[in-house]
């Protein structure tokens, strides 16, 4: 059994293609193909199951995914505390929300590249409700999420800032005459939302179940810009941080109206799996992100 290919068969098993693995790992098709069967061999099991073209974790594979990011995992901690270099080197990769990508993490990326250029980031942008499961997996180090405050038993959480949320529309829109919105006045309004996996979608829906608000049909984009577009040109009225339209709303491009309903906790918060292994690089990237929250940087 080899480190390289405990490295293909974890690959594989996140990509679920042979042909995405080779071309991750610069390997030849061939070649994964190859080790992976050497891998099984070795083990007396099959870890994939192999229908077609598709690929799928076996019952074995998935029970062997979970010693074989471990491994992996401690070898990465074994070089990180032989190699004795006087600079933090080496590879983080954050998850983050597309508006934390958006509006908070450029200026952290800046300072932290400055100090410590020899670090490769990886950065993923998708929806909150998929880093749970990627920190457990490993396949991202920490993540940046918008929502409630997380309390999950298996993860380390950091609040960091509160993030407010306001209601907006074009200045022409006709609920802009109200001085006020309360959830009745949704009542038939277009709404245009985020998808069902964004951090702070649910509490837009309980909203509008608690209140039985019978909106008119909904639009959902994946988009943030989209959203934003939308409503620019009067298409609707959308719920977003404060910190996606402030600028929109200080030009009077967007009117925020002042919420009467019910007040949402919504959270930028920093989280990594408890049992995270904290490399140098990546203790660098937490301290300096706390550091800069404390010094209103971000």
Known sequence: ????????FCTAAKTLSFTKTAAELDYAQSNITAQIRLLENELTVQLFERLGRTLQLTHDGQKFLKYAQKILQLSDEAKEQLIQSPTIQGKISIGA?????????????QEYRRLYPQVEIHLEVTSCQEFPASLRTNDIDVAFTLTQPIALPDMTTHILLDEPMVF??????????????RPADLNGECLILTEKTCGYRPLITK????????????????????????????????????????EHIETDKLVAFDWK??????????IYHKDKWISPALRAFIDLTQAMIHNDLI
């Open 168 to 181: 907006v529309a074009n200045p022409t829109y006709k609920l802009t005459k109200k001085k006020s919105l």
């Open 261 to 270: 309903g019910p007040k949402w906790e919504v959270k930028t918060q920093l």
């Open 207 to 246: 909203m509008l179940e608690d209140f039985n608000i019978q909106t008119g049909p909904l639009l959902e984009f994946s988009s943030l810009g989209a959203i934003k577009k939308c409503v620019l040109i009067g298409l609707g009225i959308s719920i977003m941080p404060l910190i996606v339209v402030k």
């Open 97 to 109: 929300a597309e508006s934390l990508c958006i509006y908070r993490l450029p200026s952290l990326l």
């Open 1 to 8: 059994m080899e480190l390289r290919q405990l490295k293909m």
